[in-house]
């Protein structure tokens, strides 16, 4: 199939914002895929294609990170592993298993972490005593949001850094920080699954790809100077605007099926 001049230029324009809001809080799939869908790529190939450009996403706000110089530390890399693996499983069991039940268990997963952060006015502003170790966090929630990104996927980096401030005590930018590297290897290994099976339109992909990277680069740089302010709510809105596609498409109301 062709996309014209004007639909790729639109597709970048949407992932550049995606990038932005997925780097300070998650949820940019909420933006990119339903467009997609809407300039007539097919659902399976707009899942796929949006893992490559997330993929691209996660990993240049990774590497903004890392240059700041606020992303260390050795302990970073057995929950990478952890995530990867539990991606891997997920999505390899997608494939295999019925999926209705997610229509409403997402939809409660995505309220129940806005209703977390809105209630607790307080919540992440600095970092807190922790209820789980590194290791603990690692053999339990990391693998958890893991295996749900490969398995389905949005509000994933929602969900990693929701859980990083719930039980590693961090405050609401360390964990949304720390979320990116983690989210990018999850990407990295549901991205391959989809790609072992054809499922990328890659004209589409690398074009997003590189309004991801504009994206997530100025995201990078307005969680750093000044903009974790912005965290709170962006995670709040897109939280509830993701639960309530979610239950829109469960009900019929609107469809991702083209």
């Not at 969900?159 to 989210?183: D, M």
């Not at 991801?212 to 709510?233: D, E, N």
């Not at 709040?236 to 991702?256: D, E, H, K, P, T």
Request: hydrophobic content about 55%; charged content about 10%.
């Amino acid at each position: 199939m062709e996309w014209s001049f004007t639909i790729l230029l639109l597709l970048f324009a949407v992932a550049m914002l995606a990038g932005w809001v997925d780097t300070l809080a998650g949820g940019g799939g909420l933006i990119s895929l339903p467009v997609m869908l809407l300039v007539g790529v097919p659902p399976v190939s707009a899942l796929a294609t949006n893992k490559s450009q997330g993929v691209v996403g996660t990993l240049t706000a990774t590497i903004t990170l890392l240059l700041k110089g606020h992303l260390r530390g050795r302990a970073l890399f057995p929950l990478l592993l952890a995530a990867g693996l539990g991606s891997a499983l997920g999505s390899l069991l997608v494939q295999r298993v019925e999926t209705d039940w997610l229509q409403w268990a997402v939809p409660l997963l995505l309220v129940s972490v806005a209703l977390y952060v809105w209630f607790a006015p307080n919540l992440g502003e600095t970092d807190a005593r922790p209820r789980q170790s590194n290791r603990q966090w690692g053999l339990t929630w990391a693998p958890a949001v893991g295996f749900y990104d490969g398995f389905f996927g949005p509000g994933a980096g929602s969900f990693y850094a929701a859980t990083g401030v719930a039980f590693r005590g961090q405050s609401l930018l360390t964990a949304t920080i720390r979320a990116k590297p983690l989210n990018f290897v999850s990407n990295v290994a549901s991205l391959a699954v989809f790609t072992a099976g054809g499922q990328v339109v890659w004209v589409i992909g690398i074009t997003m790809m590189l309004g991801q990277i504009v994206g997530a680069y100025v995201g990078s740089h307005t969680m750093l100077s000044g903009g974790a302010r912005l965290i709170r709510p962006i995670v709040i809105c897109m939280c509830l605007l993701m639960s309530v596609s979610q239950i829109a498409q469960s009900v019929g109301w609107i469809s991702f099926a083209g």
